[in-house]
């Protein structure tokens, strides 16, 4: 029984890691930008068809085949910014409802070109880990580890480097930064900018995990706010802690109740604490 | 209103002149969603609430009363009742939550989503009351007595004068509210909440009020759409659903009643009169959806005619 | 006494906007409130609207106490509030300002069989047509009243703010630095409105900088200082006070 709780809390913690990138990004781009970003499902969503593509239709092997896929999104990511996004700055709706059309249009052209049956990674990296009598793959954990790196590198990002503090400043106080010299419509873009490729990431790395069809983006991207408002918007250590915590109650909780109602778990989550504690679990300092 | 009466007369009259089954189709479906879109429109456009409940009242009725005619072979009539009741009661849950912590537009939106995605689950989970995600199909049709008798509305022709006639209901009431100081109040609370406060306007009530009467509505609608297809699907509850009506109203514009239904209809026949597959009807309802967003935010119904102000 | 003031406190966090400030309103007063800026006026205001929620003391309205009612059961008892920076309806006129502002008198009317004019067609707004032309005229207002409200100048849209407020029919008129960003003529203007009302027995409490223009039109006064009362009583004496004095030193509006 306890084999059965640490697998799936494991399992939950590695699902939850992957929340938690797209949570960074939600997070990164509320911040910033003030919209919610439904969008970034639909990046990630592409990373994953394109690093599948690369990888099995044209033969490159997987970290280049990732590397070229956030950057084919990036792009993308950057022309929505130019062309969508850039006029939504100031309408947290208008933001939110032109975000969640950008995911339908783009879930549905996947799901023209490549259809609805699933896609499988050819095994990247087999072979499992026995610890204590518990298996785990061990590619799931260098996922895993490359995912809290990547969040470590952006919480050293942020404060350490110059461009880091400015964001923060921005978020913080948008005039005040304007008034010592930001750019602040360039630091706008690259957030967002920066938030496609961190989705694009976690949909390149899902693939090697997980079959991929086009549903994922919608899906991961609810996950992600949740993750997100969970541990309070704007934080970005705590993004990656509420995406643990979130994919691990969701597989601990479907051992004891029915699964078909993990999803639910979530939405509640989401409810409660925007009535409750609309900070966040880690949020309310300032 | 003279537009309003000679458009309403004009439709009325046209099943004499075509038969076509295709045209009388395309019709009662743009009605039927018209009328959706109307009652959106209540909500949205009067008081600012962007509620992506929406769909889920739409859908909530339709399975009550479905399962109530299917499974315990209760009449038609009584089913709508019951069906509209019990949006009422789920509407005024969800408006006590949200208004009553005083969440503001976007996080309202967020927490209508989250919830209506909760019910949508719980309905597609109860496989042996719902069949899940394989929706019910069934044959039965509402009666309506009328002076020759009983009258099963099963042909186009019937179900399009019962279309119209719930378009035309919703759309006045919607618009007498509207143009009364109920609508005004409304219109107060959605240019300034704390203004329309110190007039004396329970701000809370009219919330609530108005969001209830609009999800009733929506549940009305729900119930006649799923006795028209004989069919009902967890998916009539998805947030999709939601945007599809949000769509139609952005498009038409959110300052009068005949905006929405203009959206409604274009949005409605288009994917039937170019045919084109389930994926490009979402891509084009997106397209639209973003396009009405950035380049016409009042809509087209501002292009067509005089913009009338919320009062 | 119509309006009384118990020790009424208002801490936001470690600040303390209001402490411990008591006065009484009589019916058909005017009573001017002093003080410089951050010395706890507006949020005084505030809380008789109900808009905050005292920390301490209390508020009673005819003897009955009105803590913790909401902004619009305030306005039901008959208090009106204007603000400081002009609180409108975007996109509105100024007759469907008004319009909106009628809501309590058809509640006062007609209850809750109000409900029943929404059988007909007609909109029973007609009915206090008149009254809504007398009060556009009272303020000067009337050249502009199917004008948007966002084409007035300042001085007007704070009229339009004024003239909602007396729409209601209040029996206590709060008025939040009417003046404000006013012309010396708006002024005047607003000078002979409050007057009006003042002779009509309208009840004021009335903040403003214009030294002068509050102590010509209000006889009784209260001045406070960080949140605190530091004087009250008749205007002049007020005014001459020590205390008030320091307090006010080189802040000093004609």
Known sequence: MIQVVVTQMLNGAIVGALYGIVALGVTLTFCITGVVNFALGAFMVLGAYFTWWCHEVAGIPYIPSVFLAVLAVSVLGYLADAGLFRFTRNHLVNGLLVSIGLISIVEASVLLIWTATPKNLSYVLPGVIRVAGISVSQIKLVISAALVAVVAATYVGLTRTWFGRSAFAYAQNPEAAMLMGVNTARLETMVFVYSTSLAALGGGLYASLYSIEPSLGGFYILKGVEAAILAGVGEVLGSLAGGVILGISENVGSIYLPSALRDAYGLVFLILILLLKPAGLFGGKK | MKTAIFAVALAAAAPAVTHSDSILTICIYAFLMGALAVSFNFIFGLTGQLSLFHAAAFGLSAYVSVLLVTRLHWGFWISLILAVLAAVIVAAAVATLCFRFKLREFYFAIVTMALSEILRLWIQNWYELTNGTLGISFVQKPEIWTPYGYITVSSSTSWYFVSLTILVAVSALCWRLQQSWVGRAFSAIRLNEQLAETMGIDVFAYKFLNFVLGSALAGLVGVFYAFYTGFVEPDYLSVTQSLDIVAMVLLGGVNSVAGPILGAFILTALPHVIDMGAEVRVILYGVVLIVVILALPKGLRSLVGRERHAT | ?254
């Open chain 3, 1 to 254: 006494m119509l309006l009384e003031v118990r020790g009424i406190t208002k801490k936001f966090g470690g600040l303390t906007a209001v402490s411990k400030v008591s006065f009484g309103v009589e019916a058909g007063e005017i009573v001017g409130i002093f003080g410089p800026n951050g010395s706890g006026k507006t949020t005084l205001l505030n809380l008789i609207m109900g808009m905050a929620e005292p920390t301490g003391g209390d508020i009673l309205w005819k003897g009955v106490s009105i803590v913790g009612h909401r902004p619009f059961e305030i306005a039901q008892h008959g208090i009106a509030k204007t603000f400081q920076n002009p609180q409108l309806f975007p996109e509105l006129s100024v007759l469907d300002h008004m319009k909106i502002a009628t809501h309590l008198r058809l509640k006062r009317k007609l209850g809750a069989k109000r409900i029943l004019t929404l059988s007909g067609m007609r909109d029973v707004v007609g009915e206090f047509l008149a009254a809504i032309a007398d009060v556009l005229r009272l303020c000067r207002l009337d050249q502009y009243t199917d004008r948007p409200v966002s084409s007035l100048s300042y001085g007007a849209e704070k009229m339009v703010g004024v003239a909602m407020a007396l729409t209601c029919d209040p029996e206590l008129l709060l008025l939040d630095e009417p003046t404000s960003g006013l012309s010396q003529e708006e002024t005047v203007n607003l000078e002979d409105v409050l007057r009006g009302l003042g002779t009509h027995g309208v009840t004021m409490c009335v903040i403003d900088h214009r030294v002068r223009f509050l102590s010509r039109l209000a006889p009784k006064a209260i001045a406070l200082h960080h949140g605190s009362l530091i004087a009250s009583g008749e205007t002049g004496a007020v005014l001459r006070d020590e205390g008030v004095r320091s307090a006010y030193l080189g802040i000093h509006h004609a």
